[in-house]
């Protein structure tokens, strides 16, 4: 999380077109990583039995929250109104508020000896 972090903080400061690439790339790479991750947790944390429910449940937030990202146009170009790029940054601070958030939530689950399944 912590590289996520810091390509959100290199992409608010920085404005050069190779740095936003490389955030960018190493953005994608962190994502499929919290993914993958984030997917193997959800099944390890189910009940037995309930894994098609949850599992749909797990995508339909992903999904659903993919949906909600593309109000952060609008909000761009409402903050852009008053100053150059400001929107952006507006929406780059917003994603590293939001990450520390679901870091510090994540770190709350625990998962029981009853949930965890061997391979």
Request: aromatic share 8%; proline share 2%; charged share 15%.
């Amino acid at each position: 999380m912590r590289l996520v972090r810091a390509m959100f903080v290199m992409l608010l400061v920085l404005h050069d077109y190779v740095y936003i690439l490389i955030a960018g790339g190493l953005l994608g790479i962190a994502n499929g990583g919290f993914m993958s991750v984030s997917w193997a947790m959800a099944t390890d944390l189910v009940p037995d039995g309930e894994e098609a429910r949850y599992l749909g449940l797990t995508n339909f937030a992903t999904a659903g929250a993919s949906a909600l990202a593309t109000i952060a146009g609008p909000v761009i170009d409402l903050v852009n109104r008053y100053t150059d790029n400001l929107g952006y940054q507006v929406v780059f601070v917003a994603c590293i508020v939001l990450l520390v958030i679901s870091s510090l939530l994540v770190l709350k689950i625990r998962i029981s000896d009853t949930t965890r399944r061997v391979s």
